[in-house]
């Protein structure tokens, strides 16, 4: 051991590496691989993407196209690209939306962060 220094090395499980804090979400979605299109559903969305179960695997790094409403009205069309895969269910991150469709999305989560919180703490 030359410089006396222990490297810890963490696990993924011990640090969370995303930037922006997830919500459920469950509403089908649209993508369009350039390829085909297949609909698949958001099982969660962020700020900075949605994580999606799809019926056909997608290689990482291609770009997409979704298209989904959010609970509250809120039409996304954006593209985003494949970052993470694991059997059927996809990570997708957000490569272009509007300040409207931000405005709409960050108003989603804040809501569902409340109506999570109140349902956790219900007498």
């Avoid at 979605?29 to 299109?37: A, E, G, N, T």
């Avoid at 770009?63 to 809120?74: A, C, I, K």
């Avoid at 996304?76 to 509007?98: H, K, M, N, Y």
Wanted: charged fraction near 25%; hydrophobic fraction near 40%.
């Amino acid at each position: 051991m030359a410089s006396g220094v222990i490297r810890v090395r963490r696990d993924a499980s011990d640090t969370d590496r995303r930037a922006h804090e997830r919500v459920r979400l469950r509403v089908p979605v649209l993508l369009d691989s350039r390829h085909s299109w297949q609909k698949c559903h958001a099982t969660n969305v962020s700020l900075g993407g949605l994580a999606l179960r799809t019926a056909e695997n997608l290689e990482l790094g291609a770009d997409v196209e979704l298209y989904f409403e959010l609970p509250n009205g809120v039409m996304i069309e954006a593209q985003a690209r494949a970052v993470r895969a694991q059997g059927p269910l996809l990570g997708v991150r957000f490569d272009s939306l509007t300040p409207e469709q931000c405005h709409g999305l960050r108003a989603f989560i804040t809501l569902s962060r409340q109506e999570d919180v109140a349902i956790r703490f219900a007498p």
